[in-house]
């Protein structure tokens, strides 16, 4: 199977990325909003790290949020910082 590439170079990203909103659904929360960022494995995309209070029958627990939405191909894109 092929390798993906990435469609845009690291610097298109970098400077024309706009800030995405991310609705998880659940009542009560409101959207999220992700920045553009490079991941710590030089990967391009936006990331949200986040609790959140969930109730369970009538309990009241909190949740950890993690979502990664990763370009494919961004990592092997040159001039990584």
Do not use: H, Y
């Amino acid at each position: 199977m092929a390798k993906t590439t990435c469609k845009l170079t690291r610097n298109q990203f970098t400077s024309k990325a706009t800030k995405l909103k991310v609705d998880l659904g659940i009542a009560g929360t409101p959207a999220f909003t992700l920045d553009p960022k490079e991941f710590a494995t030089l990967s391009l995309g936006w990331g949200l790290q986040t609790r959140l209070p969930i109730t369970v029958d009538g309990v009241a627990c909190e949740v950890i949020v993690g979502l990664n939405m990763t370009l494919v191909g961004s990592k092997e894109l040159p001039g990584a910082a």
